[in-house]
């Protein structure tokens, strides 16, 4: 399978079809597959690759994480101070959900923090990938959900 840039109508399928290809079994766990189908679906407001989710599938171990905030550094510090094991992850994929209105800079910031905040090797982690959703409809300031590789 190439791994070209496709539009996003085609992105869930090529999601779907690697994931098939790669983890079968992984469909089983719909909180996971589920959030990887969002993660590639329309409405991304920073362009999704699939050689991203091809990388985090090459590794054994998943887990889920979510977790809200007032802020997008409160996001973040809320999932580090829950799941200290987030610090020795071998690659993420997140996104954040946030309200229209939401200031770029301060998502920046937050990530800047993660990244901070992570362990990486001699030969860093992969994949390292976030993109964000508008949700009007989102009671709170931002909600961050991850996939974590270990």
């Not at 991304?44 to 599938?57: G, S």
């Not at 802020?71 to 094991?85: I, Q, W």
């Not at 770029?104 to 992969?126: F, N, R, S």
């Amino acid at each position: 399978m190439g791994l070209e840039v496709c539009l996003y109508s085609d992105k869930i399928s090529k999601a779907q079809d690697m994931i098939a290809e790669i983890r079968p079994g992984l469909t089983e766990n719909r909180p996971i597959y589920e959030t990887i189908l969002h993660i590639y679906s329309d409405g991304a407001l920073i362009e999704t690759n699939l050689a991203d989710l091809k990388e985090l599938l090459a590794h054994k171990t998943l887990k889920i994480h979510k977790t809200n905030g007032k802020t997008f550094k409160e996001c973040v510090n809320n999932l580090l101070d829950s799941f200290p094991e987030l610090t020795s992850a071998k690659g993420i994929l997140r996104y954040y959900e946030v309200a229209p209105d939401f200031d770029w800079q301060e998502c920046e910031k937050a990530e800047i923090m993660l990244g901070d905040a992570l362990t990486q090797g001699v030969y860093g982690w992969e994949p390292d990938f976030w993109t964000l959703f508008e949700n009007k409809d989102l009671e709170t300031a931002c909600r961050l959900t991850m996939i974590i590789a270990n």
